[in-house]
C-alpha cells in the first residue's frame, strides 16, 4: 500500500532521529529505488526545522539553571565623616553582608515553570515531526502519481501510434480518406504532448521531495506502489474518539500547565521578600569594634502582585477557550477528511467495477471493427478518449482519497486500518 498506514503513526511513537548536523543525507543510487520509509529517514534525519527543538532545549535548560539561582548575596563598604574638618573628623567604616530571603514559593515556582516549558516542547518537537512527515508522504505521493500519469499517458500514445499505422494502410488502401490520417496524427501528436507534460510532472515532484532533504536533485526512482489500493478505515464516531489523544490537542495540556506556573509565580510576587543586612562597625578613634544589622521588607507587595496575577489567571482561562476552538476545527478537519477519503475511495472502487472494464472491452470491439470498416475513427477515438480519461478520474480520486488518508493519520497518529485493501485495478490491468 502507498503509504504505509503503520509508517507514519510507528515514525510518530519513535525516538527522534534528529542528529546536530547540517549536511544534507547522500542521494542514494538512481539505479535504487526510493521507498516513503527512506524518504521518511533523510528528512527526519536532515531537515533543519526539527533541529531547531534542539537549540530552544539549550535556551530552556539554560533559563532553567538561572532559575535555580537563588538571590545573590552583596558585599558592601560604608565609610562615614568623610565631610568632617579634620580635627573632628572620626572616621566609621562598616563592612556588610547582604541577602533577601525569598518568600511565598518563589523558587518553587521559577523552577517548575521552567521544568513545565522543557517538557511541553518535546511535544512539539513530536508534533512537528508529524507534520514534516505527513508532508513528506504527500510529496511522495505526488511523485506517485505522476508516475502512474506518465504510463497512462505512454499507453496512450501506444494506442495512438498503432492507430495511425493501422490509418496509413487503409489510406493506401483506399478504405479511408487522407483526413483520418491527419486526425490521428494529430491525436497522437496530443498524446505525446500529453506525455511530455507528465514526465515533467514527475521531475518537478522528485525534485520537491528531495529538497525536504536539502538535495535538488530529482535523479532518482521510486518503489513501486499501488496509490488504488484504499483499505476500508474506522467510521467518523471512533476517529472522534481517538482525536481526543492526538498531538495537537495534547498540546493544549501542556500550554495549560505552563499558564499555571506562571500564575503560581504570579501569586508568589505577593508575598515580600525579606532583605537581610549584617555587617562590622569600627571607628577608628576609640578603636571599637560593633556588629550591626538590620531587615527590610517592602510595602504594597501584594497590591502589585495583583496585575500579574489577574492577567496569569487570564491567560489560563484563555488555554481552556482556545482548547474548545481547536478541537472544533480539527473536528471540522476530521470531518472533511474523513468524508473526502469515503467518496474518493467508492469513486475509485465504482471505476475500478464498473466503468473500467466495460470501456477497455469497448475499446477493443471498436478498434477491431474500425479495422473491418464497421465503425468510423471519431467512434474508436471517442472509445480511447473515453477510457483514458476514466483512468485518469479514478487516479485523481486515489490522490484525494490517499491525501485524506494521510491528513487523518496527521490529526489522529493512528494507522486507521480496519480491513484489508481490495486489490484495485490498474492501467495495466485495463489494457
Given at each position: 500500500?502507498?503509504?504505509?498506514?503503520?509508517?507514519?503513526?510507528?515514525?510518530?511513537?519513535?525516538?527522534?532521529?534528529?542528529?546536530?548536523?547540517?549536511?544534507?543525507?547522500?542521494?542514494?543510487?538512481?539505479?535504487?529505488?526510493?521507498?516513503?520509509?527512506?524518504?521518511?529517514?533523510?528528512?527526519?534525519?536532515?531537515?533543519?526545522?526539527?533541529?531547531?527543538?534542539?537549540?530552544?532545549?539549550?535556551?530552556?535548560?539554560?533559563?532553567?539553571?538561572?532559575?535555580?539561582?537563588?538571590?545573590?548575596?552583596?558585599?558592601?563598604?560604608?565609610?562615614?565623616?568623610?565631610?568632617?574638618?579634620?580635627?573632628?573628623?572620626?572616621?566609621?567604616?562598616?563592612?556588610?553582608?547582604?541577602?533577601?530571603?525569598?518568600?511565598?514559593?518563589?523558587?518553587?515556582?521559577?523552577?517548575?515553570?521552567?521544568?513545565?516549558?522543557?517538557?511541553?516542547?518535546?511535544?512539539?518537537?513530536?508534533?512537528?515531526?508529524?507534520?514534516?512527515?505527513?508532508?513528506?508522504?504527500?510529496?511522495?505521493?505526488?511523485?506517485?502519481?505522476?508516475?502512474?500519469?506518465?504510463?497512462?499517458?505512454?499507453?496512450?500514445?501506444?494506442?495512438?501510434?498503432?492507430?495511425?499505422?493501422?490509418?496509413?494502410?487503409?489510406?493506401?488502401?483506399?478504405?479511408?480518406?487522407?483526413?483520418?490520417?491527419?486526425?490521428?496524427?494529430?491525436?497522437?501528436?496530443?498524446?505525446?504532448?500529453?506525455?511530455?507534460?507528465?514526465?515533467?510532472?514527475?521531475?518537478?515532484?522528485?525534485?520537491?521531495?528531495?529538497m525536504l532533504w536539502g538535495d535538488p536533485d530529482s535523479g532518482f526512482a521510486i518503489a513501486d506502489s499501488d496509490p488504488l489500493a484504499l483499505p476500508?478505515?474506522?467510521?467518523?464516531?471512533?476517529?472522534?474518539?481517538?482525536?481526543?489523544?492526538?498531538?495537537?490537542?495534547?498540546?493544549?495540556?501542556?500550554?495549560?500547565?505552563?499558564?499555571?506556573?506562571?500564575?503560581?509565580?504570579?501569586?508568589?510576587?505577593a508575598a515580600p521578600d525579606i532583605g537581610w543586612q549584617a555587617g562590622i562597625r569600627h571607628q577608628r578613634d576609640s578603636g571599637d569594634t560593633s556588629?550591626?544589622?538590620?531587615?527590610?521588607?517592602?510595602?504594597?507587595?501584594?497590591?502589585?502582585?495583583?496585575?500579574?496575577?489577574?492577567?496569569?489567571?487570564?491567560?489560563?482561562?484563555?488555554?481552556?477557550?482556545?482548547?474548545?476552538?481547536?478541537?472544533?476545527?480539527?473536528?471540522?478537519?476530521?470531518?472533511?477528511?474523513?468524508?473526502?477519503?469515503?467518496?474518493?475511495?467508492?469513486?475509485?472502487?465504482?471505476?475500478?467495477?464498473?466503468?473500467?472494464?466495460?470501456?477497455?472491452?469497448?475499446?477493443?470491439?471498436?478498434?477491431?471493427?474500425?479495422?473491418?470498416?464497421?465503425?468510423?475513427?471519431?467512434?474508436?477515438?471517442?472509445?480511447?478518449?473515453?477510457?483514458?480519461?476514466?483512468?485518469?478520474?479514478?487516479?485523481?480520486?486515489?490522490?484525494?482519497?490517499?491525501?485524506?488518508?494521510?491528513?487523518?493519520?496527521?490529526?489522529?497518529?493512528?494507522?486507521?486500518?480496519?480491513?484489508?485493501?481490495?486489490?484495485?485495478?490498474?492501467?495495466?490491468?485495463?489494457?
Open positions: 500500500m502507498l503509504l504505509r498506514l503503520a509508517a507514519l503513526a510507528a515514525l510518530a511513537a519513535a525516538p527522534c532521529l534528529v542528529h546536530a548536523q547540517t549536511a544534507p543525507s547522500p542521494v542514494r543510487d538512481s539505479a535504487q529505488a526510493l521507498t516513503l520509509d527512506d524518504a521518511f529517514a533523510r528528512v527526519a534525519d536532515a531537515h533543519p526545522t526539527l533541529r531547531l527543538f534542539d537549540g530552544q532545549r539549550a535556551v530552556f535548560d539554560a533559563e532553567r539553571d538561572a532559575a535555580l539561582l537563588r538571590p545573590a548575596l552583596e558585599a558592601g563598604v560604608e565609610i562615614e565623616n568623610l565631610g568632617l574638618d579634620a580635627g573632628t573628623r572620626s572616621f566609621e567604616t562598616t563592612l556588610t553582608l547582604a541577602g533577601v530571603f525569598e518568600r511565598g514559593g518563589k523558587p518553587d515556582a521559577r523552577r517548575a515553570l521552567a521544568q513545565t516549558r522543557i517538557d511541553a516542547l518535546a511535544l512539539q518537537r513530536e508534533t512537528a515531526r508529524v507534520d514534516l512527515l505527513a508532508e513528506t508522504a504527500r510529496r511522495h505521493l505526488a511523485v506517485v502519481i505522476a508516475t502512474r500519469r506518465q504510463a497512462i499517458a505512454r499507453s496512450d500514445v501506444a494506442h495512438r501510434t498503432r492507430f495511425v499505422d493501422a490509418a496509413r494502410r487503409r489510406f493506401a488502401a483506399g478504405a479511408s480518406p487522407e483526413a483520418v490520417v491527419l486526425t490521428a496524427q494529430a491525436a497522437q501528436a496530443q498524446a505525446e504532448l500529453d506525455l511530455a507534460r507528465a514526465g515533467l510532472e514527475a521531475d518537478s515532484a522528485r525534485r520537491s521531495l528531495s476500508d478505515i474506522a467510521d467518523f464516531d471512533t476517529l472522534r474518539a481517538v482525536l481526543a489523544r492526538s498531538p495537537e490537542l495534547l498540546q493544549f495540556n501542556d500550554r495549560a500547565r505552563i499558564a499555571e506556573a506562571r500564575l503560581q509565580l504570579a501569586r508568589s510576587d556588629l550591626v544589622g538590620g531587615f527590610v521588607v517592602p510595602l504594597g507587595s501584594r497590591a502589585r502582585a495583583q496585575p500579574g496575577i489577574r492577567a496569569a489567571a487570564a491567560e489560563l482561562a484563555l488555554v481552556s477557550i482556545e482548547r474548545e476552538v481547536g478541537d472544533r476545527a480539527l473536528l471540522a478537519t476530521l470531518a472533511e477528511a474523513h468524508g473526502r477519503y469515503r467518496v474518493a475511495q467508492a469513486e475509485v472502487g465504482l471505476l475500478q467495477r464498473d466503468v473500467l472494464p466495460r470501456l477497455t472491452r469497448a475499446a477493443g470491439a471498436s478498434a477491431r471493427a474500425w479495422r473491418a470498416g464497421a465503425v468510423s475513427y471519431l467512434e474508436w477515438s471517442q472509445l480511447q478518449d473515453a477510457r483514458s480519461d476514466a483512468l485518469r478520474q479514478q487516479l485523481d480520486a486515489a490522490q484525494a482519497a490517499q491525501i485524506a488518508l494521510i491528513e487523518l493519520q496527521r490529526l489522529t497518529g493512528q494507522p486507521l486500518l480496519v480491513a484489508p485493501a481490495t486489490p484495485a485495478l490498474n492501467d495495466g490491468d485495463a489494457r
